[in-house]
């Protein structure tokens, strides 16, 4: 079955202690992307990649870190956690830049 | 701007029709897309449109896309109580970046 997935899907942490959300996708796309859903907000892009060691900031990039050594798998990092960083993270994936992207089901991170 | 707008409520009878507006800002996005999320649950790719189009049905689901006025909407026939969720529109951003810019979300209620 094709999919987007995100491990873990909820994290409950504290300040200052480094975490690494895990995104994997088993379509073979070369565009994978993060977004952070807040009440009001709406979705915001993280960080994107073209393809493999091809990384670039989106939107709202400050506190996060990337990486993309192989396709299939788009880590997102976040070096010292604080707690502005609570928030809803998706993982999306798509065959290449400006085509249809899909989701993975979330991951719901409480920084204290 | 870049503002995707949406109306943030809606409210219908389970057998009727619903209507979901949107209005977006970037003309030469390729894609123009409805995303469902329902109670904790991630983003469903619902359908889309590309940006020659004026209209896409897909069973319950149409699609009508006013690219003069910048206007996209969500028709689903026969409403379910299971169509209970919340529908985001999203263009696809020009340029390099190819990220998803999304309204807020409209919440759909179907009421028995």
């Known amino acids: 079955e094709a999919q987007v997935t995100q491990n873990p899907r909820y994290l409950i942490t504290v300040t200052g202690k480094k975490l690494t959300v895990t995104c994997s996708q088993n379509m073979n796309h070369e565009y994978m992307s993060w977004y952070r859903q807040d009440p009001g907000l709406g979705l915001r892009q993280i960080y994107y990649?073209?393809?493999?060691?091809?990384?670039d900031k989106g939107d709202v990039p400050e506190g996060y870190k990337v990486s993309r050594k192989e396709k299939r798998n788009f880590p997102l990092i976040l070096e010292s956690p604080s707690p502005n960083q609570t928030s809803l993270y998706f993982c999306?994936?798509?065959?290449?830049?400006?085509?249809?992207?899909?989701f993975g089901d979330g991951t719901r991170l409480s920084i204290l | 701007g870049e503002d995707v707008e949406q109306s943030l409520f809606l409210s219908v009878r389970e057998g009727d029709s619903s209507v979901i507006n949107c209005t977006y800002t970037?003309?030469?996005?390729?894609?123009l897309y409805w995303y469902k999320q329902e109670p904790g649950a991630g983003l469903q790719l619902l359908t889309y449109?590309?940006?020659?189009?004026d209209m896409k049905q897909d069973q319950r689901l149409t699609v009508l896309l006013n690219k003069k006025d910048k206007h996209l909407s969500l028709r689903i026939a026969d409403t379910q109580t299971g169509d209970s969720a919340i529908y985001f529109c999203a263009e696809s951003r020009g340029g390099s970046q190819g990220n998803l810019i999304f309204g807020k979300g409209t919440k759909l209620s179907v009421k028995p």
């Open positions: 990649s073209m393809n493999v060691e091809v990384t």
């Open positions: 449109i590309f940006s020659n189009m």
């Open positions: 999306a994936s798509s065959l290449a830049k400006n085509q249809p992207q899909h």
């Open positions: 970037d003309s030469s996005s390729t894609y």
